[in-house]
Every structure is written in C-alpha cells, then in structure tokens.
C-alpha cells in the first residue's frame, strides 16, 4: 500500500519511525507526511518545526506543511496517490473529499479505550477522572468525533504517581507497535473492526484554567488533576495573587492543615486540602524559574503563604462522564 501519515507532536513519531521502518522491510511504501506549519516556541519564539516535521526530514520523507486539511492541502495529498491515510494527533479534522480519499480511508491511534475519552485530551482527562486503567486504540476515521470502529486497542495500567505526559509517552511507544500491525493486517486483508460498545465520554482540549488545583478537595483527587494537567496546560495555584506552577507532588503526611494553608514539615513544603496534605517537590513562582519547593519557601518574607481559595464556580469543572454523542 502508498500510505500517507498525519501527525505533529512528540507522541506520533514513534508511530512515524515504525511505519518507516516497516516500509525499509517492504511491507508498503510511505510515500508522504502531513503536518502543521512551523511555530514559535519558547521565550524567544523561535519559529520551529514540529517534532514529526523533523523525524520526516531524518527520515528523508517528503513532507507537506499545513495547519488544516483544506482544499489546497488535499490536492497535495491526493497527487500522492495514498491507498491508506494514518494519522497520530495532527492537530485537525479530516472532512470529506479527503476522508474518502485513499481507497482504505484513513485510520486514527487514539490515546483512550474507546469509546471513554473521545477527543483531544484523552490522557489528561483519563487522569483527572481518576482512571487507573486506560490503553489506546486504532480505530476507522468517520465524520464524527472518535467514533468509528475498532481494529485493536490495548489496555494499560498507570504506573502510580505518574503524570499525562509520562502516560502519554508509554501510550506512544506501545500504540506504535499496535498500529503497524493493523497496517499489515489492512494490507493483507484480515483486519477487521468492531463497533465500539459503552456510553462515550469527552476529552475536550484543556485550556490554562483546567490547571487550577481546588484545595477544598480530598488530596487524591487534587493529586489526579495536578497529574493529568502536567505537563500542559500546567497545574498550579494562586498565593497572594501570584500563580504558583506545580512541577511536582506527591500525597503530603497525615497532618491537620487548613485547605490551602501551607507548612514546611521537616525539609519538606506541605499544603493542606479538604482531606489530607499534598507534598510539593518542585514549584515555579511567576516570573522566575523552576526550584525545589523548600527553597522558594525560604525566599518568602513574613507570615507563611496561604494558597487563594477562589469560588467554586470559578473553578474548572469535573470531566464530562456524561456520555451521549459528541
């Protein structure tokens, strides 16, 4: 099979460099690589190209820059003459005529159990909602969101402790390999896909509010949205107004603090929650760089730090488990 591959991020290019090298073996032919324009990155905004841009060029696969898949951009895909498209967190729709361009159609590796975590956050929200299991799978693009049917999925066990995007990079690897076994399994004709079966939930792109830390919550759950929001959009809270970035915590020691009021137990910097502590490792104050948290506390001056409990309702709600058709 001609196929073409979509993707942008960090996490697609292992899906990338396993299909490459699944093309060195002859198994098909990748014959072009779709992804986003270059954007600025960092503090000095230097225009750079995204991480699958780079792995094409290494990899010496002609590669089409495009930050949506429109008519222009589906001219360039369709001169490719694909049998199968492939995509990997692009960052955009495929609408008809290009769905149906390639004779297979196109097929997506979603970072969810399907249909649990339909959308662009699937990891985040898992970990937010306190999911100790999630997995990833492959599945037929149709027009609607996340909903096609299934070749394969896999399911994974969260390693405790563990952030979004160490989830993410674990999902990444392992989907990799389960990709390009539906890949030769659609070339040679035995693929077969199921329905998806359960109520789906949503997964909506999170935005910098999402990482607002609600300390009237038992730890645990304050500890599920500081991992599923590390590390973007970035969890974190607000003392005396200032946003303090969360780089790293832990569940605290059994100690009696108010939700929100800070103490430094032995070396260590504890905040108080609606049941229990959080331990904070790593902070990054506004304005300066990332320190351990012990430090940032003794640059204070006066009273120790109480963290600002702003009203529920300013507070980011909990992830949709409502189900229903996106």
């Known amino acids: ?20 090298s699944a093309a060195s073996d002859g198994g098909h032919e990748l014959v ?12 000095k905004r ?38 199968l498209g492939v995509i990997v967190a692009y960052g955009g729709l495929v609408r008809e005529p290009l769905l149906s361009l390639p ?18 956050a699937p990891v985040q929200h898992a970990l937010i909602a306190g999911d100790r299991t999630t997995g990833a799978a492959v599945f037929q693009l149709v027009p609607a969101l996340d909903a096609g049917d299934v070749f394969a999925q896999l399911r994974y066990d969260v390693p405790r402790g563990d952030t979004a995007g160490e989830v993410l990079t674990a999902l990444a690897d392992r989907g990799a390999a389960l990709l390009t076994d ?44 500081f991992r599923g929001t590390t590390p973007e959009p970035g969890a974190h809270v607000q003392v ?7 780089l790293a915590a832990l569940r605290g020691p059994d100690l009696t603090l108010e939700p929100g009021a800070f103490a430094l137990n032995s070396r ?34 006066g009273d120790a730090p109480r963290a600002d409990l702003p009203d529920r309702a ?13």
């Open 103 to 120: 004779g297979h159609g196109w097929i997506n590796l979603h970072f969810s159990l399907l249909p649990r975590w339909r959308g662009a």
């Open 182 to 225: 539906v890949v030769a399994a659609i070339g040679d004709g035995t693929a077969r896909a199921i329905l998806q079966a359960g109520e789906p939930t949503l997964a909506p792109k999170l935005t910098l509010a999402d990482g607002a830390l609600d300390l009237t919550l038992p730890a645990e759950r304050v500890l599920d949205r």
């Open 32 to 43: 072009g690589v779709v992804t986003r324009t270059d954007a600025p990155i960092g503090r």
């Open 46 to 83: 230097v225009l750079t190209q995204s991480p699958v841009a780079a792995a094409a060029a290494e990899l010496g696969l002609p590669v089409i820059k495009a930050d949506r898949l429109d008519a222009a951009a589906t001219d360039q895909i369709a001169a490719l003459r694909p049998d």
């Open 268 to 301: 260590d910097v504890v905040v108080g929650t609606g049941e229990g502590t959080v331990l904070l490792k790593t902070v990054q104050p506004a304005g300066k760089g990332a320190m351990n948290a012990a430090d940032w506390w003794r640059g204070l001056r």
């Open 314 to 326: 300013a507070l980011p709600g909990p992830p949709d488990l409502s189900g229903g058709s996106p």
């Open 1 to 20: 099979m001609r196929i073409v591959f979509a993707g942008t991020p960090d996490p697609a290019v292992p899906s990338l460099r396993a299909l490459a």
């Open 240 to 246: 005396d107004g200032q946003r303090l970035k969360v």
